[in-house]
């Protein structure tokens, strides 16, 4: 089955988001937990948890993603940044757990001036703090453009930050494809080599998504301007090769892409689907 969604909005709660996902012909969605900017987040509401899982498997929604907020940064050197960052991981994490078996993604972290190996063990750190034995929850770290000093810009600094990760079965990576491509990985032209190194160094049993978006920039620009799909520099033929790539098609794919309303997403998802074997 092609599982592919795009981010929605969670102010109306799961049921709507489940709703609008259904009305573009999506069948899994991305969401944020809270404001992205780190606003305070809503209170879930038990009888909307309820009847999402009522609704959700009636229309083939099995696998949702909820994203952190950017201004997660748990790799910063001031102490009331990384407090804030294991606050919003363990809200964030524990509001999960009212949707079990389901994926919390975040970005790692930037360093800001400390050497990229001090980032890296404060993440681990932030995440053996906030993972838990009995959560069912995968959290997911994202592949980045490498842009500043963002860590995991890179499969070898993913790696090193799931090397120091206690409970590492619970962790995995969500590949952002127009990300990758910002860093200089060309899955344009080489994706089966792309997708060999990433699975030596980290392990393609580690990959539990894909966020499925083109970009603005040159490959290696490490810019991360996302692109509607076949908009970019990756184009359409490309990214429809990732959905179909044997080692990826069974994985939700989430589109991230400046779409100003659903009607846009829905057009992405159509041509997708069609071009999906």
Known sequence: MFTIGCHLSSAKGYLHMAKDAVSIDANTFQFFTRNPRGGRAKAIDPKDIAAFAAYAPEHGIERILAHAPYTLNPASDKQQTRDFALMVLAEGLGRMEETPHQLYNMHPGSAVGQPCEV?????????????????????????????????????EELAAIIAQVELESHVGVCLDTCHVWDAGYDIVGDLDGVLEEFDRVIGLDRLHAI?????????GSHKDRHARIGEGEIGFKALAAVTNHPKLRDLPFYLETPN??????????????????
Request: proline share 3%.
């Open 119 to 155: 980032a890296i063990a404060k993440i681990a750190d932030a995440l053996n703090q906030s993972l838990l034995p009995h959560q069912t929850t995968t959290l997911l770290l994202e592949t980045m453009a490498g842009k500043g000093s963002e860590i995991g810009g890179t499969f």
């Open 211 to 219: 966020h499925l978006n083109d970009s603005m920039n040159a490959r």
């Open 260 to 277: 100003p309303d659903l009607a846009g997403y829905a057009e992405e998802i159509a041509a997708l689907r069609r071009a999906h074997e």
